[in-house]
């Protein structure tokens, strides 16, 4: 199994299908001698099969192609790996600054990759990435202002946030700063059915809205950083490193989960058909809407 030794931990997760599930790992007590050493293993079918070693730190997982049929890799340098198929490819996006990419995104079947600078390429084709910062970049490294999460489309436009709270608005050609409601890292967002917006972010914060219009709706619920959201069956699903919580009246419920083998850990959530998706250092979770399944990992 993947986490058959104890320091192996799984940093972060993706699932093309509802049996083709994508994870990197990291080998805990290896983080100071060699920091950027990760690997990439795939849960097929109810097994684990052969991954790939990775001589980077993976910064991102995606997945690229309607319905998905590749894994993709990237790390903070812009290198990026694709994988699926049984065959493997690399790209590199040339960066217009020397600082890291944090984030991709595939926004109607194309894939982006944001990051610190508030950079922001797009794939145009194979090996071929298009800067879409324009008016924007910062190469200032020591101001840390960058983009942890990207949003598209919605009423024509992308959306992205990050640090600092920005909220950024792309109309195709231009960017646009929002008045956020926050200076506290977002680290994540999601459409709506409602066609609005909900970000989330550090020590609880939740905020909603579209255009010009954000409303602070949770803050101080939870002290816990939150990593990730999802829209499940018309709620919201929030994620922090120790519980899920659904928002009820703007409020979050913490989702109580009893498994066998469980070790209460999540980050990462990700809904694909019909299935809400939960990564976290040691457990991958998935719920079908009644009941909860742990994928074995050691």
């Known amino acids: 199994m993947i986490l058959k030794d104890e320091h192996n931990l799984i940093a972060d997760g993706i699932a093309r299908s509802s049996d083709l599930i994508g994870v990197i790992i990291l080998d805990s007590k290896d983080r100071l001698s060699n920091p950027n050493v990760s690997f990439f ?9 052969a991954g790939v070693s990775c001589k980077s730190r993976v910064s991102s997982l995606g997945v690229i192609g309607i319905p998905p049929n590749k ?36 926004i109607n079947g194309s894939l982006y990759a944001s ?66 409601p926050t200076n506290i890292i977002l680290s994540d967002g999601v459409i709506t059915s409602s066609d ?20 602070l709706i949770a803050d101080g619920f939870i ?32 989702i109580d989960i009893y498994i066998d083998g469980f070790h209460g850990t999540h980050y990462r959530l990700q809904v694909l058909e019909g299935n809400l998706f939960s ?12 009941s909860w399944t742990r994928i074995a990992t050691e």
């Not at 293993?41 to 099969?49: P, Q, R, S, T």
């Open 279 to 290: 990564f976290g250092e040691k457990d991958i979770l998935i719920f079908n809407g009644n």
């Open 223 to 254: 002290s816990d950083d939150l990593w990730s959201v999802v829209e499940y069956k018309n709620s919201l699903y929030f994620s922090s490193q120790r519980g899920i919580y659904r928002l009820v009246n703007n409020e979050l419920e913490q």
């Open 196 to 215: 609005d917006i909900v970000f989330c972010g550090r020590a609880g914060i939740i905020i909603r809205g579209i255009g010009d219009r954000w409303d």
């Open 71 to 106: 894994f993709v890799l990237l790390n903070e340098n812009g290198e990026l790996l694709f994988v699926g198929g049984g065959q493997q490819s690399t790209e590199v996006i040339s960066r217009d600054v020397n600082l890291p990419l944090l984030k991709l995104s595939s």
């Open 115 to 180: 990051g610190m600078g508030r950079q922001v390429y797009r794939r145009l084709s194979a090996n071929n990435w298009v800067s879409i910062h324009n008016g924007i970049l910062n190469a200032n490294a020591t101001e840390f202002v960058g983009f942890q999460v990207l949003l598209g489309e919605i009423g024509n436009s992308i959306y992205a946030a990050g640090w600092r709270g920005e909220i950024w608005q792309y109309n195709g050609s231009d960017w646009s700063n929002k008045n956020s």
């Open 41 to 49: 293993a795939v849960w097929h079918i109810d097994k684990w099969i």
